[in-house]
């Protein structure tokens, strides 16, 4: 049971947090609703060290045990890993959903711009500044960016994540979005298989080739209410 615990650890999209719940009642939930999955997990490289990294954080406490959980899943993650969340997450809900605690609140009305067209971040734009430390400054935040009409908009997210070691590797994730009917300030990535994970972009500002101010929001099956937001520039 103590290996299904750890491997409980093991959430989210790319970047993993765990829910404040009693881990007895998930290891059995897991043991019961994804024997398959999670011995897949324990004897996987990448998946069993995650579980091992992911542990490693029970000791630290708010927003340090928070980075440390969103660590492991930035430097370990595979086809295992994936498989086991979305057994012990969307499948059997064997972890709880964190909840929303409004520190990424919807933005008010008339907060974004009127319309953005979404060909404005056609091409290559940096991530010049963040807001959430969680997500927003990881090193060499470059994200191209096509739109095949003023109204769709598909970005390749990339960022370096640092190892201990000193070296590094580039994480990429493709996401797509659609302009919303009712805002034309706000970009929607909804109906994603995968955690049903829905990210939306309030776009606050912008000057056509120089800038672009974003302010995010989203939700998973496994978080609810995560956000940030960041500053697009044409040159790092």
């Known amino acids: 049971q103590a290996a299904a615990l750890g491997a409980a650890l093991s959430l989210g999209v790319s970047r993993p947090v765990l829910a404040d719940q009693d881990l007895a009642t998930v290891g059995v939930c897991l043991l019961r609703s994804c024997p398959g999955a999670l011995s897949r997990c324990l004897f996987d490289l990448k998946c069993a060290a995650d579980v ?3 542990n490693n954080c029970s000791g630290k406490k708010g927003q340090d045990r928070v980075a440390c959980q969103i660590r492991c899943g930035d430097q370990l993650e595979d086809e295992v890993v994936a498989e086991f969340n979305k057994c012990a997450v969307s499948d059997k809900r064997c972890v709880q959903q964190i909840e ?5 609140p919807v933005p008010p009305i008339g ?9 404005i971040l056609k091409g290559r734009w940096y991530i010049s500044a963040g807001l959430n430390p969680l997500f927003d400054t990881f090193d060499c935040q470059v994200h191209f960016f096509s739109a095949p009409s003023p109204n769709d908009l598909v970005g390749t997210l990339t960022w370096r994540v640092n190892e201990p070691d000193g070296e ?3 994480r990429s994730a493709v996401q797509m979005f659609k302009k919303d009917v009712d805002n034309g300030g706000l970009l929607l990535n909804h109906n994603n298989e995968y955690l049903h994970y829905q990210d939306d972009w309030y776009v606050l500002d912008f000057e056509p080739k120089s800038f672009v101010l974003v302010y995010y ?5 496994a ?3 995560y ?8 040159s790092a």
């Open 223 to 225: 978080w609810n209410g």
């Open 168 to 170: 590094y590797f580039t």
């Open 52 to 54: 091992a990294c992911l």
């Open 217 to 221: 929001r989203g939700t998973n099956d």
């Open 111 to 119: 907060a974004t711009v009127t319309d953005f067209d979404a060909r």
């Open 227 to 234: 956000g940030g937001a960041v500053v697009y520039t044409r």
């Open 100 to 104: 929303d605690d409004g520190s990424y």
